[in-house]
């Protein structure tokens, strides 16, 4: 049985506003164990974005940045890279290795549905 991206997805969400500071970011991905928030968008005809604990050392942290200023917006990455629930978990790995990336959002139709990570990926094997 060939695995797909809805096999290995995590479906709770946490997500956040562009104006949240990152020290909430911080607090936030240390409760819940977790290396990526979703980033809100404001309008329905924007992408989404995504926030992840590289984004958070290497542009707040090793900058010796104030998390209690430093907001969502500023560091963030936008556009996300998007799949779909259907794509074979192995064409998501071609995917993200031709992409750079290490987290891929999945998304039906409209409708933000998951996120799936390299680790992800890497437990289908």
Not at 37 to 62: C, H, M
Not at 83 to 98: C, L, R
């Amino acid at each position: 049985m060939v695995m797909k991206v809805t096999d290995i997805m995590t479906k709770d969400l946490v997500r956040v506003e562009e104006s949240t500071t990152i020290s909430w970011v911080i607090s936030k991905m240390k409760h819940f164990k977790i290396r990526s928030l979703i980033v809100e968008r404001a309008d329905k005809n924007e992408p989404y974005g995504l926030i992840t604990v590289r984004d958070v050392v290497y542009k707040v942290i090793a900058k010796g940045l104030d998390p209690e200023v430093v907001e969502v917006k500023d560091i963030m990455s936008r556009p996300a890279i998007y799949v779909s629930p259907d794509m074979d978990v192995k064409e998501t790995a071609e995917f993200m290795a031709e992409k750079g990336v290490s987290r891929v959002l999945v998304k039906k139709e409209d409708k933000l549905v998951g996120i799936a990570s390299l680790f992800d990926v890497l437990k289908a094997f």
